[in-house]
């Protein structure tokens, strides 16, 4: 049998928590054109290809990065 490390699972679930922004303030973000940082637009995008986000709030989000 195989065994699963989980430490460094945890560790990256315990930072990537730490580095998420809410699909709210990065609309936010994008209409004040503030930066959003790669490791928040990293969970963003997990959150949309993982089916997480609704489709409207991503379609908000990309078309504000599109316009920004």
Do not use: W, Y
Request: with cysteine.
């Amino acid at each position: 049998m195989r065994r699963t490390d989980f430490s460094a699972f945890a560790a990256h679930s315990a930072q990537e928590s730490a580095m998420s922004i809410t699909p709210q303030e990065a609309l936010t973000r994008c209409i004040e054109h503030r930066e959003i940082f790669h490791d928040e637009m990293l969970h963003l995008m997990r959150q949309i290809m993982q089916g997480q986000m609704s489709p409207v709030m991503a379609a908000a989000i990309l078309t504000g990065l599109r316009v920004k």
